[in-house]
């Protein structure tokens, strides 16, 4: 057979044999091991290339199939197994070296032609891939550096295409678009979820792209598959040409390569990329793809352009003669001419993308190559840091002017290019396009990026750059500042953005345009998008911030009210003072000097009087004069200019009231401990304010006589002139609505004026006893000397105002005048002050006004200066409500009822409106009444509570009558007439006890009533009921109860629209657990004077029988029915335990409803379950069962509240006793039927298998409670009368329990029933006189524990479950051993020691191991006999051993830290801490610290960290509290693995910017440092064992530290926890942690102990003086 195949290589040389055989042939030659050729592999790799080079050199000639097939063969061979195992043999195999320049040629044609190539694109880049995948292969393109150049130009070029192609007809980003991804671009970050957010708009049909030939788009799929191969690729080739061009040994060689061949694909490639700009049929690309070709291109890039070789080229171009003598390196000569200049000319050089990406591309690459510059040179040492700083600005200065932003003046004005672009139709021009607002956020972009990066770096010290270099940085700032200001652009984000860097650089910078920046960035920025308003707030705070520290603030708020004052523009302005802007003055304030707080609202003072009220004045003048010169148009004219500038200096007038009433809001009060002189300054201060409004405050009158004159001139002018009337009345209602705008304005900051001065003025005076207040009424008001004015006179002459801001400013002053009152008036119970107080309480209120405040939600953000008609009812709402305790007592009657109406109204729109979103942080009506239904205001105000009580009742009942029930009508008429009165709860009461026998007069509700009913219910729980009084309870609790017992919904919606009559049961739940919560009111002793406690029990118990009987029921849910059980079963528990606690006929209340529950017709209701369930024989059972599940319900609970209070009394205990008996008897039967139904029809879809064991535990419980009870000639062996049951049940359960999935409710009552059942048998076996030897307490105790073990191992059990299981087995744990034997006991730990096999864990079968472990945790707590106690920790070394062992082994697996390394440790420290003086050796506890060391604790999820950290945690608190004598030798390993918690939260709580952890996982962190700072102060407390070790403590710390920046709320935690550790530091420790720590943490270390004795050790000193 060898000699058959011998002459392959001679066919396939000859020119006879056809080629489709020889590549046939050739197949056959590589596949078959019988083919001996010599070298068989590299002939046929040479006869196929050759075969390919020959074609394309036109020397042979083929079919296309032929060369397709040639091609595919190739890479076949390229990509065999065999040939790389070759290779990796150390076989050598080669190929030809044209074949490079073959492939190059062929990625060169396909750039070229269509995809209607010869030659499939995707067969090239296979043929790439294979070439590159080995060295051996690969040599053909990197033993020469020119070829890789080529290839790697050629495939970016490619995928830039690739990318482009969908865009070329789709139109330009909008700014807002371009401003979102640029944002990311220029911060280099990796692309995130910017692909699929940019893709959706893109989308175009295929017809709407006529210039785009269809052979230009491949079908879909083949599309995907190319692009993804090519990007493949093409990471595999940056990949080998970066390898290439590290090796490469001339510098700049390469930079020449790169440049000229590379840098503008590369760069555009990269934007491509990381911004998304590219479209739906390439959203496959994988992120890290993207991200790892970026990573590739940006290592190129930097290493090419930027290599430390270059570093003297860079300084002979960028660094001026004068600062580069002497400092040339010899080499300097032989290095590049102008790498700056070579860089830059290529990036603004045209053509190499499309011209609408030029700008977005040039720009962002800037930001790039900036960012690699300071990475490469900006470090340096010693003297040469500053020159390399310097190095790195003279860097930036070059880059800066490319954005064309007419920094130097070399370019046009853009905001005149933009002009001319605006005009022009046409298309734009490359040079041209920047003009648009697109461009200019880009090139804001840019400039920002740039400026952060020169912060961050650090090239810019003032101090260096005065001294020695003559200011240049500061020049060059400074005009970029001055670029900013001539070419404003408020509405980009960036601008502002820009403006806070230069700020944070140096606030010089901007200090001479100060009056501009303020007037441009935030008096005069009108733009009020969300994102603007951000930056511009971020960028206020700064500058508020700088001047603050710079204690320079009067000097920037003397700057800010000379803006203001300016004239003002065209548009009118913004408000002064947002909500967040007044945030942060009050921050900055507060961190003012007091003089300095009273220079600027003493400046602003100044202004008010200098600036406004002269012009004022100077108005009316002018408007006297022109009355008297006649009208005209001339005269028309001067009224409206002098109308404009009325409106001007009444909007300046209320700009500087507003500020001025934020500042003196924000200062810090006087108190005692002022200092005269600043008290005497602010009363001077105030005075001087007083003066200001005594001078306002007539001026209003003036205006309003003002108004009227020009009103009657304008009327009389049709008489002189000859125009007529009609013309004329436009010009009187836009004058009239002129007049109003200014004398609204200034009459609101005249108030405003006012209110500041008696608030601040009272504030003073009660805090300060130096200060004297200043009689605020002494401009005529004379009732005022009497002190019981509640509204000053002047106040009151003042014209009723339609300005909502005047009347909430008129109601505080009220407000305030009414706390004067009461302050100053000895008794103001007095007549005169009682009936001012009542009325100023009713100005306040304004029933009017109130009436329409619910009528619409309404938002207000809380700032008096923004309060207007849209947000006036809710600043009303919000006065009454935080001032009630102040209005209510001088309300009347009727007014507090519209109060309370108002409160249950709006909390009514709440409970409908509930999905509506709201501002964050704003305030409505509906919220405001929900904060004051929660606090503990409402009930220490009788009156309106009770009103409150009152609105809800007659809400309830005014739904009730609009319900269909002629019978019920006259019944609710006589309570409503009736109300709290004695004969109208009897009426109630007799309906609700007929009703609930006989369903008679029941009221039909509509779904929105029951919707409204459920609604009233929610607000009424929100109420306490020991607030309410006697007539409110009962009358609330009689409703509530005529609701339960005669209501029901109407048949028609339950037969149209059953589903929903399943919200029947939920609304019956919520309905009795208000009941519930009503029984344990204080004043309920009212309500049993009306209706009995057992006529209580049997009315709700009857009740839902009936209303079950009658189908109400059958749609329920299961989930909501057994809601409506535990409801019910709380109602009986609340109503017994009521009984017997307040001792209210008790024998003769509860035997009434025991006798209820055990009669006859109870009897025969379970015997119709069960014969309607044989009946029936459905899935859904029918109402009778359902009956039979509420009566269990009833017969347990009540069981158990009379068990539960057995034990008080020997005669209470015979009285429960016997009624135990007789309920119990009854629930045995009850059991039966359900379970004979249960196996007919399986009613489980309606109650839960977990009820009928409760109900069971309930009976066994109750059972073994009687016997309990001391009863004389009782035999010692009474049998449990169900033993037989419960048996049953028992052998079920163990059978079932863990034999498949269950429900976790099922596992958990079972489990408790297994306890209650267990007890019960050790408790007849103690009783029994004939000693069986406890063989069946053996078995069953072994068979419980089995179970247990295989429940806690069974498959189906997450981790979740298994810690929800853990309370349950713990209980069931706890009765197993608290009196078990030696050898039962030992069984157990027979049974643990075989669970601890590691080769389990090995095997992959942790759960077996973890059972185990769980029942040591809970094994280690349990209350054990004295022998059994003694053999567990006789044992508990080699448990802690095998523990130690098992956690070292899972935590190599992170996959296994939450399910079993976390519950390892967790039973670990439970043994330590229950051990403390039980386990001798202190070498097993170290052992412990030695597991721990290897926990991870990094790269975990949030949660998993959280339970990861808490567990190491809790483990070293149990150890430094339990075994203090084991830190005597332990401290160091202790000291470890407490230091990997401090470093891994410190790397965890690290600041990340705008991405990274969600607000949940911020909490997780914050509360890992919380527990920090905790064990911080317990080793602290027990300084003995650590003293020698707090400096290494501290070392550690700030070693981490200078690692990371901490978020602040972390910090703060870790900063006072280290506090406590240097507490113990000696000064010998302070001294050598500053001589031995490094240089950048000896400055970390500095700082934390600058403030350690600023704060911290002042603070302890000062404490210390007072302790003994």
């Given at each position: 057979?060898a000699a058959?195949?011998?002459?392959i290589?001679?066919?396939?040389?000859?020119?006879?044999?056809p080629?489709e055989d020889?590549?046939?042939?050739?197949r056959f030659a590589?596949?078959?091991t019988?083919?001996l050729?010599p070298?068989?592999e590299?002939?046929l790799?040479?006869?196929?290339t050759?075969?390919?080079t020959g074609?394309?050199?036109?020397?042979?000639?083929?079919s296309q199939n032929v060369l397709e097939?040639?091609?595919?063969?190739l890479d076949?061979?390229?990509?065999s197994?065999?040939?790389?195992t070759?290779?990796?043999?150390g076989k050598?195999?080669?190929l030809?070296?044209n074949?490079a320049?073959?492939?190059?040629?062929r990625?060169?044609e396909?750039?070229?032609?269509?995809?209607?190539s010869?030659?499939?694109?995707?067969t090239i880049?296979?043929?790439?891939?294979g070439?590159?995948?080995?060295?051996?292969?690969?040599s053909?393109?990197?033993t020469?550096?020119?070829?890789?150049v080529?290839l790697l130009?050629?495939l970016?070029?490619?995928?830039?295409?690739?990318?482009?192609q969908?865009l070329l007809?789709s139109?330009?980003l909008?700014?807002?678009s371009?401003?979102?991804v640029m944002?990311e671009c220029?911060?280099t970050q990796?692309?995130s979820d910017l692909v699929?957010?940019?893709v959706?708009?893109?989308t175009e049909?295929p017809?709407?792209?006529?210039e785009?030939?269809a052979?230009k788009?491949?079908?879909?799929p083949?599309e995907?598959l190319q692009s993804?191969?090519l990007f493949?690729?093409?990471?595999?080739?940056?990949?080998c040409?970066?390898?290439v061009?590290?090796?490469?040994?001339?510098p700049n060689?390469v930079f020449?390569m790169?440049?000229?061949?590379?840098?503008?694909t590369l760069v555009?490639?990269?934007h491509?990329?990381?911004?998304?700009e590219?479209?739906?049929?390439?959203?496959?690309?994988?992120l890290?793809l993207c991200r790892?070709?970026?990573?590739?291109?940006?290592?190129i890039?930097?290493?090419a352009?930027?290599p430390?070789e270059?570093l003297?080229?860079?300084?002979e171009?960028?660094?001026p003669?004068?600062?580069?003598?002497?400092?040339?390196?010899?080499?300097?000569a032989?290095?590049?001419l102008k790498?700056v200049?070579t860089i830059?000319?290529?990036l603004s050089?045209?053509?190499?993308c499309?011209?609408a990406?030029?700008?977005?591309?040039?720009s962002?690459?800037?930001?790039?190559?900036?960012?690699?510059?300071?990475?490469s040179?900006?470090?340096?040492?010693?003297?040469n840091?500053e020159a390399?700083?310097?190095?790195?600005?003279?860097?930036l200065?070059?880059?800066v002017?490319?954005?064309?932003?007419?920094?130097?003046?070399q370019?046009?004005s853009?905001?005149?290019?933009?002009?001319?672009?605006s005009?022009?139709?046409?298309?734009?021009?490359?040079s041209a396009?920047?003009?648009?607002p697109?461009?200019w956020?880009l090139?804001?972009?840019?400039?920002?990026?740039?400026?952060?990066q020169?912060?961050?770096?650090?090239i810019?010290n003032v101090?260096a750059?005065?001294i020695r270099?003559?200011?240049?940085?500061?020049?060059?700032?400074g005009?970029v500042?001055q670029?900013?200001?001539?070419q404003?652009q408020?509405?980009?984000?960036a601008?502002?953005?820009?403006?806070?860097?230069?700020?944070s650089?140096n606030?010089?910078?901007?200090?001479?345009?100060?009056?501009?920046?303020?007037?441009?960035?935030w008096?005069?920025?009108?733009?009020m998008e969300?994102?603007?308003?951000?930056?511009?707030?971020?960028m206020v705070?700064?500058?508020?911030?700088?001047?603050?520290?710079?204690r320079?603030?009067?000097?920037?708020?003397?700057?800010?009210?000379?803006v203001?004052?300016?004239?003002?523009l065209d548009?009118p302005r913004?408000?002064?003072?947002?909500d967040?802007?007044?945030?942060?003055?009050?921050?900055?304030?507060?961190?003012?000097?007091?003089s300095?707080g009273l220079?600027?609202?003493s400046?602003?003072?100044?202004?008010?009087?200098?600036?406004?009220?002269?012009?004022?004045v100077?108005e009316?003048r002018g408007?006297?004069k022109?009355?008297i010169?006649g009208g005209?148009e001339?005269?028309t004219?001067?009224e409206?200019?002098?109308?404009?500038?009325?409106?001007?200096?009444?909007?300046?007038?209320?700009s500087l009231?507003?500020?001025l009433h934020?500042?003196?809001f924000s200062l810090k009060?006087?108190?005692?401990?002022?200092?005269?002189p600043i008290?005497?300054?602010s009363?001077?201060?105030?005075e001087?304010?007083?003066?200001?409004?005594?001078?306002?405050?007539?001026l209003?009158?003036?205006?309003?006589?003002?108004?009227?004159?020009?009103?009657?001139s304008?009327q009389?002018?049709?008489?002189?002139?000859?125009?007529n009337?009609?013309?004329?009345?436009?010009?009187?209602?836009?004058?009239?609505?002129?007049?109003?705008?200014?004398e609204r304005n200034?009459?609101?900051?005249?108030?405003?004026?006012?209110?500041t001065l008696?608030?601040v003025d009272t504030?003073?005076?009660?805090h300060?006893?130096?200060?004297?207040?200043?009689?605020?009424?002494?401009?005529?008001?004379?009732?005022?000397a009497e002190?019981c004015?509640?509204v000053p006179?002047?106040?009151?002459?003042l014209?009723?105002s339609?300005s909502p801001?005047?009347?909430l400013?008129l109601k505080l002053?009220?407000?305030q005048?009414?706390?004067?009152?009461?302050?100053?008036?000895?008794?103001?119970?007095?007549?005169g002050a009682?009936?001012l107080l009542?009325?100023a309480a009713q100005f306040?209120?304004?029933k009017?006004?109130?009436e329409?405040?619910?009528e619409?939600?309404?938002v207000?953000?809380g700032?008096?200066?923004s309060v207007n008609?849209?947000s006036y009812l809710v600043a009303h709402?919000?006065?009454?409500?935080?001032?009630?305790?102040l209005i209510?007592?001088?309300?009347?009657k009727?007014?507090v009822?519209q109060?309370?109406?108002?409160?249950?109204s709006?909390?009514?729109?709440?409970q409908?409106?509930k999905g509506?979103d709201?501002p964050?942080g704003?305030?409505t009506v509906?919220?405001?009444?929900?904060?004051?239904?929660?606090s503990?205001?409402?009930?220490e105000?009788p009156?309106?509570f009770?009103?409150?009580v009152?609105s809800?009742?007659q809400?309830?009942?005014?739904v009730l009558?609009?319900?269909?029930a002629?019978?019920?009508c006259?019944?609710?008429?006589?309570?409503?007439?009736k109300a709290?009165?004695?004969e109208?709860?009897?009426?109630?009461?007799?309906?609700i006890l007929?009703s609930?026998?006989t369903g008679?007069?029941?009221?039909?509700?509509?779904?929105?009533?029951?919707q409204?009913?459920?609604?009233l219910?929610?607000?009424?729980?929100?109420l306490?009921p020991?607030?309410?009084?006697?007539?409110?309870l009962s009358?609330?609790f009689?409703?509530?109860?005529?609701?339960l017992t005669?209501?029901?919904?109407?048949?028609e919606q339950?037969?149209?629209?059953p589903?929903?009559?399943?919200?029947d049961?939920?609304f019956?739940?919520?309905l009795?657990?208000t009941?519930s919560?009503?029984?344990?009111?204080?004043?309920f002793q009212?309500?049993?004077?009306?209706i009995h406690?057992g006529?209580l029990l049997?009315?709700?118990a009857?009740?839902?029988l009936?209303?079950?009987?009658?189908?109400?029921?059958?749609?329920t849910r299961?989930?909501d029915?057994l809601?409506?059980i535990?409801?019910?079963?709380a109602?009986i528990k609340c109503?017994v335990?009521?009984?017997?606690?307040r001792k209210?006929?008790?024998?003769l209340?509860l035997?009434q409803?025991?006798?209820?529950?055990?009669?006859?017709?109870?009897?025969s209701?379970?015997?119709l379950g069960r014969s309607a369930a044989?009946?029936?024989g459905?899935?859904?059972?029918g109402?009778?069962?359902l009956s039979?599940?509420?009566?269990l319900?009833?017969?347990s609970s009540f069981c158990q509240?009379l068990s539960?209070?057995?034990?008080?009394?020997e005669?209470?205990?015979?009285t429960?006793k016997?009624?135990?008996?007789r309920t119990?008897a009854?629930?045995g039967?009850?059991?039966?039927?359900?379970m004979n139904?249960q196996?007919?029809?399986?009613?489980?879809s309606?109650?839960?298998?977990a009820?009928?064991v409760e109900?069971?535990?309930?009976?066994?419980q109750c059972e073994l409670?009687?016997?309990?009870?001391k009863e004389?000639n009782?035999?010692?062996?009474?049998?449990?009368?169900?033993?037989?049951l419960?048996?049953?049940?028992?052998?079920q359960?163990?059978?079932e329990?863990?034999?498949?999935?269950r429900?976790?409710?099922?596992?958990?009552?079972?489990l408790q029933f297994?306890?209650?059942?267990?007890k019960?048998?050790r408790?007849?076996e103690e009783?029994r006189?004939?000693k069986t030897g406890g063989?069946e307490?053996?078995?069953?105790y072994?068979?419980?524990?089995?179970t247990v073990h295989r429940?806690l191992?069974?498959?189906?059990?997450?981790s979740?479950d298994?810690c929800?299981l853990?309370p349950?087995?713990d209980?069931l744990?706890?009765?197993?051993v608290?009196k078990?034997?030696?050898?039962?006991?030992n069984?157990?730990?027979?049974?643990?020691r075989?669970?601890?096999?590691?080769?389990?864990l090995?095997?992959g079968?942790y759960?077996e191991?973890?059972?185990a472990?769980i029942?040591?945790?809970l094994?280690?707590?349990?209350q054990?006999?004295?022998?059994?106690?003694?053999a567990l920790?006789?044992?508990?070394?080699q448990?802690i051993?095998a523990?130690?062992f098992?956690?070292?082994s899972?935590?190599?697996?992170?996959s296994?830290t939450?399910p079993?390394?976390?519950?390892?440790?967790m039973?670990?420290?439970?043994?330590?801490?229950?051990?403390?003086?039980l386990?001798?050796?202190?070498h097993h506890?170290?052992l412990?610290?030695g597991?721990?060391q290897?926990?991870p604790?990094?790269?975990?999820?949030?949660?998993?960290?959280?339970s990861?950290f808490l567990a190491v945690h809790e483990?070293?608190?149990?150890?430094?509290?339990?075994h203090?004598q084991v830190?005597?030798?332990a401290?160091?390993?202790?000291l470890n693995?407490?230091h990997?918690?401090v470093?891994?939260i410190?790397?965890?709580?690290?600041?990340?910017?705008d991405?990274?952890?969600?607000?949940?996982?911020?909490?997780v962190y914050?509360q890992?440092?919380r527990?920090?700072?905790?064990?911080?102060s317990?080793i602290?407390?027990?300084?003995e064992s650590?003293?020698?070790l707090?400096?290494f403590?501290?070392?550690?710390?700030v070693t981490?530290?200078q690692?990371?920046?901490?978020?602040?709320d972390?910090?703060?935690?870790?900063?006072e926890g280290i506090?406590?550790?240097l507490?113990?530091?000696m000064e010998?420790?302070?001294?050598f942690?500053?001589?031995?720590l490094?240089?950048?943490?000896?400055?970390?270390f500095?700082e934390?102990?600058?403030?350690?004795?600023h704060?911290?050790?002042?603070?302890?000193q000062g404490?210390?003086?007072y302790?003994v």
């Amino acid at each position: 057979m060898a000699a058959i195949y011998s002459g392959i290589h001679l066919k396939l040389k000859s020119p006879q044999t056809p080629w489709e055989d020889k590549l046939k042939l050739a197949r056959f030659a590589w596949i078959s091991t019988q083919c001996l050729l010599p070298n068989k592999e590299q002939v046929l790799l040479d006869w196929c290339t050759h075969a390919l080079t020959g074609w394309y050199n036109q020397k042979v000639e083929f079919s296309q199939n032929v060369l397709e097939g040639l091609w595919c063969y190739l890479d076949d061979l390229l990509h065999s197994r065999k040939l790389h195992t070759l290779l990796k043999q150390g076989k050598t195999i080669s190929l030809r070296l044209n074949m490079a320049q073959l492939l190059l040629e062929r990625l060169q044609e396909w750039a070229c032609v269509d995809s209607k190539s010869p030659l499939c694109a995707s067969t090239i880049l296979s043929v790439c891939q294979g070439l590159l995948s080995s060295p051996a292969l690969s040599s053909v393109f990197t033993t020469k550096y020119e070829l890789m150049v080529s290839l790697l130009a050629k495939l970016c070029s490619l995928a830039c295409r690739e990318l482009q192609q969908p865009l070329l007809t789709s139109s330009p980003l909008m700014a807002e678009s371009e401003d979102e991804v640029m944002t990311e671009c220029l911060k280099t970050q990796p692309i995130s979820d910017l692909v699929p957010s940019q893709v959706e708009p893109v989308t175009e049909s295929p017809r709407d792209q006529p210039e785009l030939d269809a052979d230009k788009l491949p079908s879909k799929p083949k599309e995907n598959l190319q692009s993804a191969t090519l990007f493949d690729v093409l990471l595999q080739v940056l990949t080998c040409y970066l390898s290439v061009q590290r090796q490469q040994a001339n510098p700049n060689r390469v930079f020449t390569m790169v440049t000229n061949q590379l840098i503008q694909t590369l760069v555009l490639l990269r934007h491509l990329l990381t911004s998304g700009e590219f479209a739906p049929s390439h959203t496959h690309l994988r992120l890290q793809l993207c991200r790892d070709i970026r990573i590739k291109i940006d290592s190129i890039v930097q290493l090419a352009l930027f290599p430390s070789e270059h570093l003297t080229s860079y300084k002979e171009e960028l660094l001026p003669s004068k600062e580069d003598s002497g400092k040339r390196g010899p080499g300097g000569a032989k290095g590049l001419l102008k790498p700056v200049s070579t860089i830059l000319s290529k990036l603004s050089a045209q053509g190499y993308c499309e011209p609408a990406l030029h700008y977005s591309v040039k720009s962002n690459t800037l930001s790039l190559l900036f960012k690699f510059f300071l990475e490469s040179y900006a470090k340096g040492r010693g003297e040469n840091e500053e020159a390399h700083r310097m190095l790195c600005f003279y860097f930036l200065t070059r880059l800066v002017p490319i954005l064309d932003i007419g920094l130097d003046g070399q370019s046009s004005s853009p905001a005149k290019a933009d002009q001319s672009v605006s005009v022009s139709p046409g298309p734009k021009s490359p040079s041209a396009s920047f003009c648009s607002p697109e461009s200019w956020s880009l090139a804001l972009l840019a400039v920002e990026s740039l400026l952060s990066q020169a912060l961050s770096a650090g090239i810019y010290n003032v101090a260096a750059d005065r001294i020695r270099h003559g200011e240049v940085q500061l020049n060059f700032y400074g005009a970029v500042g001055q670029m900013l200001f001539n070419q404003a652009q408020s509405s980009i984000p960036a601008w502002y953005r820009c403006l806070k860097v230069l700020l944070s650089l140096n606030h010089l910078i901007l200090e001479p345009d100060l009056d501009e920046l303020l007037s441009s960035a935030w008096v005069n920025s009108g733009c009020m998008e969300a994102r603007v308003q951000r930056a511009r707030q971020a960028m206020v705070y700064s500058l508020l911030q700088t001047y603050t520290k710079l204690r320079q603030l009067p000097r920037l708020f003397s700057e800010l009210l000379s803006v203001i004052c300016q004239p003002a523009l065209d548009h009118p302005r913004p408000p002064l003072l947002s909500d967040g802007t007044s945030a942060m003055l009050r921050t900055c304030l507060l961190d003012t000097p007091p003089s300095q707080g009273l220079e600027i609202c003493s400046s602003v003072l100044e202004s008010i009087r200098r600036y406004i009220p002269p012009e004022l004045v100077k108005e009316e003048r002018g408007a006297e004069k022109m009355e008297i010169d006649g009208g005209g148009e001339k005269g028309t004219n001067k009224e409206l200019n002098i109308d404009q500038e009325r409106d001007d200096a009444s909007l300046k007038l209320f700009s500087l009231s507003q500020l001025l009433h934020v500042v003196l809001f924000s200062l810090k009060t006087l108190d005692n401990a002022s200092p005269l002189p600043i008290v005497r300054k602010s009363q001077g201060m105030m005075e001087e304010m007083q003066q200001v409004v005594e001078e306002l405050l007539p001026l209003l009158s003036t205006k309003e006589k003002a108004v009227k004159t020009n009103t009657s001139s304008v009327q009389k002018t049709p008489r002189k002139g000859k125009k007529n009337l009609d013309q004329k009345e436009p010009e009187k209602l836009s004058e009239s609505k002129t007049g109003t705008l200014w004398e609204r304005n200034t009459e609101e900051a005249a108030l405003l004026l006012k209110y500041t001065l008696v608030e601040v003025d009272t504030l003073f005076h009660i805090h300060c006893t130096k200060y004297t207040p200043i009689d605020s009424a002494r401009s005529g008001a004379q009732s005022e000397a009497e002190g019981c004015a509640p509204v000053p006179t002047l106040l009151e002459s003042l014209p009723p105002s339609c300005s909502p801001m005047s009347c909430l400013l008129l109601k505080l002053l009220t407000l305030q005048q009414m706390k004067k009152v009461l302050l100053d008036t000895p008794l103001p119970s007095e007549p005169g002050a009682a009936v001012l107080l009542s009325k100023a309480a009713q100005f306040i209120l304004v029933k009017s006004e109130f009436e329409v405040s619910l009528e619409g939600e309404q938002v207000w953000d809380g700032q008096i200066g923004s309060v207007n008609a849209d947000s006036y009812l809710v600043a009303h709402w919000y006065l009454i409500t935080s001032n009630l305790p102040l209005i209510v007592p001088y309300l009347s009657k009727d007014d507090v009822g519209q109060v309370a109406d108002a409160l249950v109204s709006s909390l009514l729109s709440r409970q409908t409106d509930k999905g509506t979103d709201r501002p964050p942080g704003c305030l409505t009506v509906s919220a405001i009444s929900s904060q004051l239904l929660q606090s503990p205001v409402l009930i220490e105000l009788p009156s309106l509570f009770s009103a409150t009580v009152h609105s809800l009742t007659q809400s309830i009942i005014g739904v009730l009558k609009d319900a269909p029930a002629p019978t019920v009508c006259s019944t609710l008429l006589k309570f409503q007439e009736k109300a709290n009165s004695s004969e109208g709860n009897k009426t109630i009461v007799e309906d609700i006890l007929a009703s609930s026998k006989t369903g008679e007069g029941v009221v039909s509700l509509t779904h929105a009533q029951s919707q409204t009913l459920a609604s009233l219910l929610q607000i009424l729980t929100h109420l306490n009921p020991d607030g309410m009084n006697s007539e409110d309870l009962s009358s609330v609790f009689l409703l509530l109860l005529f609701i339960l017992t005669s209501t029901t919904r109407q048949s028609e919606q339950m037969t149209v629209n059953p589903p929903e009559s399943g919200d029947d049961a939920v609304f019956l739940a919520n309905l009795l657990r208000t009941l519930s919560c009503l029984l344990e009111g204080r004043n309920f002793q009212s309500v049993l004077k009306l209706i009995h406690g057992g006529a209580l029990l049997q009315t709700v118990a009857s009740s839902l029988l009936w209303h079950s009987n009658n189908g109400r029921f059958r749609a329920t849910r299961n989930p909501d029915w057994l809601d409506l059980i535990k409801a019910v079963q709380a109602y009986i528990k609340c109503s017994v335990q009521l009984i017997i606690t307040r001792k209210s006929s008790v024998r003769l209340n509860l035997d009434q409803f025991v006798s209820y529950l055990t009669s006859k017709e109870m009897a025969s209701r379970q015997i119709l379950g069960r014969s309607a369930a044989v009946m029936s024989g459905k899935a859904d059972p029918g109402a009778s069962v359902l009956s039979v599940h509420l009566l269990l319900a009833l017969l347990s609970s009540f069981c158990q509240a009379l068990s539960s209070n057995l034990g008080k009394s020997e005669q209470m205990d015979q009285t429960l006793k016997q009624m135990l008996t007789r309920t119990t008897a009854s629930l045995g039967p009850a059991v039966e039927s359900i379970m004979n139904s249960q196996t007919i029809s399986q009613p489980a879809s309606n109650l839960g298998q977990a009820f009928v064991v409760e109900v069971v535990t309930v009976m066994l419980q109750c059972e073994l409670s009687s016997l309990s009870v001391k009863e004389e000639n009782r035999p010692k062996d009474t049998k449990l009368s169900q033993m037989s049951l419960y048996q049953g049940f028992c052998q079920q359960i163990l059978k079932e329990i863990s034999s498949a999935h269950r429900p976790m409710d099922f596992l958990v009552s079972s489990l408790q029933f297994l306890s209650a059942f267990y007890k019960a048998v050790r408790t007849m076996e103690e009783r029994r006189e004939e000693k069986t030897g406890g063989r069946e307490l053996d078995e069953l105790y072994m068979r419980i524990l089995q179970t247990v073990h295989r429940l806690l191992t069974a498959s189906w059990l997450s981790s979740n479950d298994v810690c929800e299981l853990e309370p349950a087995v713990d209980e069931l744990l706890r009765h197993l051993v608290e009196k078990s034997t030696t050898g039962q006991f030992n069984l157990l730990l027979l049974l643990i020691r075989e669970g601890l096999d590691t080769g389990q864990l090995r095997a992959g079968n942790y759960k077996e191991v973890l059972a185990a472990v769980i029942i040591i945790k809970l094994l280690s707590g349990c209350q054990l006999p004295q022998s059994c106690s003694k053999a567990l920790w006789l044992f508990a070394p080699q448990i802690i051993s095998a523990m130690v062992f098992l956690v070292r082994s899972s935590s190599q697996d992170v996959s296994l830290t939450l399910p079993f390394t976390v519950p390892t440790v967790m039973s670990m420290t439970s043994l330590v801490r229950h051990g403390e003086g039980l386990i001798t050796n202190p070498h097993h506890v170290i052992l412990v610290l030695g597991a721990l060391q290897s926990v991870p604790l990094e790269h975990l999820t949030p949660p998993v960290y959280q339970s990861t950290f808490l567990a190491v945690h809790e483990a070293l608190f149990a150890i430094i509290q339990c075994h203090p004598q084991v830190m005597l030798n332990a401290a160091p390993s202790f000291l470890n693995v407490f230091h990997r918690l401090v470093a891994s939260i410190m790397q965890e709580g690290r600041q990340r910017g705008d991405v990274g952890v969600t607000g949940a996982d911020n909490d997780v962190y914050l509360q890992c440092s919380r527990l920090i700072e905790r064990m911080y102060s317990h080793i602290a407390a027990t300084a003995e064992s650590f003293t020698a070790l707090s400096a290494f403590m501290v070392a550690q710390y700030v070693t981490e530290l200078q690692k990371v920046t901490l978020r602040p709320d972390i910090k703060l935690h870790l900063t006072e926890g280290i506090y406590r550790i240097l507490d113990l530091c000696m000064e010998q420790d302070t001294k050598f942690l500053t001589a031995g720590l490094q240089m950048g943490v000896r400055e970390v270390f500095n700082e934390l102990y600058g403030s350690y004795t600023h704060y911290h050790k002042a603070q302890r000193q000062g404490e210390d003086k007072y302790t003994v």
